[in-house]
């Protein structure tokens, strides 16, 4: 099937006990993270049921992203869940930290040491995307995804190492809506990262299983568009009402 196409076993002798503790516990924290990553969708913004669901959203998917790389590198490596592992974990990342940096120069050594390794972890996918491509002289689908990934990866982290450097926004509610992409961004990778794993395993007879690698995608960022337009347009016309009642004349200057 596709997905072990980007597999290999490591030479690594470790107790069935172990690797059963980890592959569960990934698989836990994936359903955890699932369910936990639509009610913050849903609820009031800034309330105390998205804050607290968030905030377990965001622990789901370090758990993820740690039982990932211990499966990674002590039994079996595959490039699907190493890319898909750093870019949700980043977006989820980035996400998080910048409710802690609303307002330009707040950023601290923590923001820069994510956004420096997933850059260098973006260009290494671009790196090994590339000496694939020279090697076989073809795209195939390995090569794809580590260009695909080291793209979106690799620009996630300078788009912040960009706004780190900056000493204003345009926008005042940056950080609400920089907030709202990262975390659906790292909620639809999950959502790629499950379709492609259950499609793998149970629908891999199936001509058009790979659209489970680009529907989580084709469905969610329009949707991010949508909502993202949609407060913008909201807070800008709240914004217009608060500067109409500043601007009108109180009782005494009508007289």
Not at 37 to 48: C, D, L, Q, V
Request: hydrophobic share 50%; charged share 15%; glycine share 6%.
């Amino acid at each position: 099937m596709l997905y072990d196409a980007f597999s290999f076993e490591l030479n690594f002798t470790k107790t069935a006990y172990m690797h059963d503790i980890i592959r569960y516990s990934h698989v836990a924290l994936g359903a955890l993270c699932l369910i936990s990553g639509i009610i913050p969708m849903f609820s009031k913004k800034g309330g105390k049921l998205h804050r607290q669901v968030g905030r377990l959203f965001f622990w789901s998917m370090f758990g993820i992203f740690i039982t990932a790389l211990l499966l990674l590198f002590l039994y079996r490596f595959n490039f699907f869940l190493l890319v898909i592992a750093v870019f949700s974990f980043y977006q989820c990342f980035t996400g998080y930290r910048v409710l802690y940096r609303k307002k330009p120069g707040e950023q601290t050594w923590i923001d820069w040491t994510g956004a420096i390794i997933t850059l260098i972890a973006g260009l290494s996918f671009l790196y090994l995307g590339a000496t694939r491509f020279i090697a076989h002289g073809s795209m195939n689908p390995l090569t794809i995804l580590l260009f695909v990934f080291g793209v979106l990866t690799s620009w996630a982290a300078i788009e912040d190492m960009i706004n780190f450097r900056k000493k204003d926004m345009p926008e005042k509610l940056w950080w609400f809506y920089h907030h709202m992409s990262a975390f659906c961004g790292a909620y639809i990778a999950a959502i790629t990262a499950f379709a492609v794993q259950m499609s793998g395993s149970y629908l891999s007879h199936i001509e058009y299983n790979w659209l489970s690698w680009i529907l989580p995608a084709m469905i969610g960022v329009p949707l991010i568009s949508f909502w993202k337009r949609k407060y913008m347009t909201k807070h800008a016309a709240k914004k217009t009402i608060r500067v109409s009642v500043k601007s009108s004349p109180t009782p005494a200057e009508r007289k």
